[in-house]
């Protein structure tokens, strides 16, 4: 006896609904993707329960005949493959074939169809893969589906299904997503006959994601980018807004939403300085390509996808990000709002600093050198001309007024008070002159080399590391084995303990690992670096290296943050303050 056999149909459909269909958002996902895929401009989302009683789509797309609506329910039938070269060109959001059948094998399922011009429509109704009726029915045009009791014929997929309040909550999550995909489309969301969110239709897809995001759209920043036939454009948050997620960052690509590592770590090196660790911008983008440039048909959910040329993507959407933050930096020195205009200032938000390392001069404030002139002029230290980078503001133009506990530096600019954190903003300007003068950093030769002995792995890591370093001042030579010889420090970095340095440059760089190549190594090494040579917390500055600090913010591309990505300031208006202490609207004198 044969111990092999073919799977019944439905046996078959109830396996392949495993696959695509893990939750009432998952169920949500393929009929409104039908909907857009068949041109509807309004699609009306109702559940029940969570999705567990009942998921209805109802679209004003396209529409079905007879035919086609019992085809639709056929596993592997669709409208959107001719033949075998269209796999490599996916121009739809649907197209697997067995979305339709798969949901209808575990639910009872109501189809409800009509084409524009036709005198009636069609109704089908299947419960547990099985058709039981096909009636001509009246309907409008476009598709009404209904998929009630789902998993009912598989309680143990039903058993796994969560709170209705958590399955409400990822069909919501799943209908914003779309909506952010398509804002030319009218979305409505209803659970148990009440109306959750609707997201009307919008010319500006900025209105759309910050209805989603939750910014103000004035707030959001636009993303643009075009490399021959890729275009990217979107919207991300400001740095100082940022999630402890993923959770709202959506990335869409051809107008499929999806979750790709390629773009979202291009996205977050684009944010790379300017938000911590751990953190997770708030974004929007769009990125479209040829079709013949992206497989879709990598999962049954089509959430992931693959590029054929991955790398251009990264460092397209990385770039363009990176862009949008800068151009934003340059204009936030700009003076607030009036109050008389009765508009509520942004407030930035500082993060708690620990403390870190070593010391600021006594003498003078840390300046980058210039090598000697040609004509053997002895070197003068001096900085570059000052330019006024915020919108004609300049650190260097507020009035200081002291020092919060060794940390923080409290300034005026009008009516405002401004808070520096001296550490992160000193981090800022080493890291910043290391990188201005590259190849040419003023090296401070150690009168004897200092001796430092590594790991294997930690040695093989310096190494590659070496050349790159001599760059920036710090000379090092092997010395037998894993021991090597540090000859030189950059003058940048005053006195320091040199064989502590290099460990932890080290250990840095094998966190970062190899795979990112050895520029990123090196800026990171920048990093550390500036960070040892940093004022510390806790540490009394006096007036002349205050100014001498604020003077040299200004010439930072973007002091807003230290190379960490943690603020370097905050600004707090008389607005702000008058309302924390219950003084708006009272006289100037009470």
């Not at 489309?185 to 609707?198: G, I, T």
């Not at 190899?514 to 004022?535: T, Y």
Request: proline letters at 6%; one cysteine or more; glycine letters at 8%.
């Amino acid at each position: 006896m044969a111990r092999i056999r073919i799977l019944p149909d439905i046996l078959a459909n109830k396996i392949a609904a495993g696959e695509v269909v893990e939750r009432p958002a998952s169920v949500v996902k393929e009929l409104v993707e039908n909907a857009l895929d068949a041109g509807a401009d309004r699609i009306v989302i109702e559940i029940e329960e969570g999705g567990r009683a009942l998921i209805q789509v109802a679209d004003n797309g396209a529409g079905m005949g007879r035919d086609d609506a019992l085809l639709a329910l056929e596993r592997f039938a669709t409208s959107k493959l001719r033949a075998e070269e269209d796999l490599a060109a996916i121009r739809t959001l649907g197209f697997r074939g067995e979305a339709l059948p798969s949901i209808a094998a575990i639910s009872r399922l109501t189809l409800t169809t009509r084409e524009p011009g036709a005198d009636s429509g069609t109704q089908v109704r299947v419960a547990g893969g099985k058709i039981l009726e096909v009636t001509e029915a009246g309907a409008a045009p476009g598709t009404l589906i209904q998929v009630g009791q789902l998993f009912f014929n598989t309680p143990a997929r039903r058993k796994f299904l969560k709170s209705i309040a958590t399955e409400t909550a990822h069909v919501a999550d799943t209908v914003a997503g779309m909506a952010l995909g398509y804002p030319q489309v009218h979305f409505k969301l209803l659970h148990n006959a009440k109306v959750v969110k609707q997201w009307p239709k919008v010319g500006d897809p900025t209105l759309r994601a910050a209805d989603v995001l939750g910014p103000a759209p004035a707030d959001l920043l636009a993303v643009a980018a075009l490399d021959r036939d890729y275009a990217l454009q979107g919207v991300v948050a400001p740095a100082r807004q940022t999630r402890a997620t993923a959770r709202s960052i959506y990335l869409f690509v051809n107008g499929r939403r999806v979750r790709d590592r390629v773009m979202q770590h291009a996205l977050i090196e684009g944010f790379r300085g300017r938000i911590m660790s751990g953190q997770f911008p708030l974004a929007v983008l769009q990125l479209a390509l040829p079709c013949d440039q992206v497989d879709v048909n990598v999962h049954p959910t089509k959430h992931e996808i693959r590029f054929a040329d991955s790398r251009r993507v990264h460092g397209l959407v990385a770039a363009a990000v990176t862009r949008a933050l800068t151009a934003a930096e340059k204009r936030l020195w700009a003076a607030p709002p009036s109050r008389a205009q009765g508009l509520e200032p942004v407030r930035q938000v500082a993060e708690p600093m620990p403390a870190y390392a070593p010391a600021f001069p006594e003498s003078e404030a840390v300046r980058p050198p210039v090598p000697p002139a040609a004509t053997g002029t002895p070197a003068v230290a001096a900085a570059p001309a000052q330019q006024p980078l915020w919108a004609g503001r300049r650190f260097a133009d507020l009035t200081v007024i002291g020092q919060f506990r060794g940390t923080y530096l409290i300034c005026q600019d009008g009516d405002d008070l401004i808070l520096i954190d001296q550490h992160a903003a000193h981090e800022r300007i080493v890291y910043e002159a290391l990188g201005r003068n590259a190849g040419r950093v003023e090296a401070q030769h150690l009168l004897l080399p200092e001796t430092v002995e590594l790991g294997f792995g930690e040695a093989e890591m310096l190494t590659r590391l070496i050349p790159g370093l001599a760059a920036l001042g710090l000379e090092i030579e092997p010395f037998g084995g894993n021991t090597f010889a540090v000859k030189s420090l950059p003058s940048l970095l005053g006195e320091q303990a040199a064989a502590s340095l290099v460990r932890a440059l080290v250990e840095h760089s094998l966190e970062t690992g190899l795979a990112a190549g050895v520029d990123r190594l090196l800026d990171e090494c920048r990093r550390v670096m500036a960070c040892h040579r940093a004022v510390r917390a806790n540490q009394r500055l006096n007036e002349t290296q205050i100014k001498s600090l604020l003077e040299q913010m200004d010439q930072c591309p973007n002091a807003s943050h230290c190379p960490h990505g943690r603020p370097t300031w905050i600004r707090w208006t008389l607005r702000e303050l008058e309302k924390v202490f219950g003084r708006t609207g009272a006289s100037t004198g009470s």
